[in-house]
């Protein structure tokens, strides 16, 4: 029985250039790429960059076309039109092994049949690595997933948070550049995914190495990411860091996508703008807009009256109230019959009609919605 014992704490040994951040030469480019099935189009003219050492998440319902780039990226599909760079050298013209890319997939896909050991050794051996250097690469990349005491435990007696951290340390014991996570999280229940989310953004800290994450799941998205990738029917969205996209979506599918939104359909006119009974200072160009406005952003006031002039306040019917624990969220109409959604603080079971009050710097103007 071979033994893989944990080797002495040293730093990860991988390339300066995936130490690199923002402002250097992006690790990984994808230029103007668009993939065709048939006479299905599943990715329109995708460009991004990646930035050495980046948790960048791309998002998005199914059918968006994420899984679909990833592929590209990995080599297992070939784009129809554009190019994928890594670190200035063309990538999507090389086979797949030759690509320093792992991938970790949402079914582990772990040999039943092999330890753990074996199984995080298995691609060196195929790739026939010295025999002398498997085993301590596995010792350390069981190491950095906490998996050194399972070494040789197969894996059906392993949990499904432990199997995926061995999915992590046999993609990571190769050494990529870039590691790519399509939904690895999705099998687990939800209190076991928090706990991996977690530890899957300080392992990726601490080594250093490029994550690029699949999922549609907009709460592990925000939990994850330093940007995150929006895609809508093989299109990009919209990319910027969690806060942002959160704080200033561009368009209605997005502040509808990433969380809870009301869209308010108003007209701009000397300075105000008008939506239904609703009026606010505003300084954008005159015309129809619509804008995007965060349930956590309207609160409960006392009194109609008075109240900051760079606000809106109004009264409201109140139509239902649901208890989510520290919060409350309340669905209300407007004097006008605008449905509205609002979230405050818990405190008790509220009066039929309500008095709510919102800052015009919380409204988003967003494109035109024929663009949204």
Known sequence: MKTYAKPPAKEWDHDASTTARAGADPLL????????????????????????????????????????????????????????????????????????????????ALFPHLTVAENVAYGMRVQGVPRAEIPPRVA???????????????????SGGMQQRVALARALVNRPKLLLLDEPLSALDANLRRQMQTELKALQREIGITFLFVTHDQDEAMALSDRIALLR??????????????????????????????????????????????????????GPATFSLRPEHIRLVDGASGGNPASCRFRAKLENQTFCGSTDMLEIVSPDGQHLRVRVPSRGILEDEVDLEFSAKDCVRLRDAGSS
């Open 140 to 158: 350390e990349a069981l190491a950095m997933v906490k998996m050194s005491a399972s070494a040789e435990t197969p894996p059906a007696r392993l």
């Open 233 to 286: 029917a093989g299109a990009l969205e919209q990319i910027a860091s969690p806060r942002e996209i959160y704080n200033s979506p561009t368009s209605a599918y997005t502040a509808q996508f990433i969380g809870q939104t009301n869209l308010l359909t108003a007209q701009v006119s000397g300075g105000t703008a008008r939506a239904g009974c609703l009026l606010w200072p505003c300084a954008a160009p005159e």
């Open 29 to 108: 480019e994808v230029r103007h790429v668009a993939k065709r099935f048939g006479g299905r189009e599943v990715l329109r003219d995708i460009s991004l960059d990646v930035a050495s050492g980046e948790f960048l998440t791309i998002l998005g319902e199914s059918g968006s076309g994420k899984t679909t780039l990833l592929r590209l990226i990995a080599g297992f599909e070939q784009p129809s039109n554009g190019e994928i760079w890594m670190s200035g050298e063309r990538l999507d013209t090389q086979p797949p092994y030759r690509r320093r890319v792992n991938t970790v997939f949402q079914s582990y």
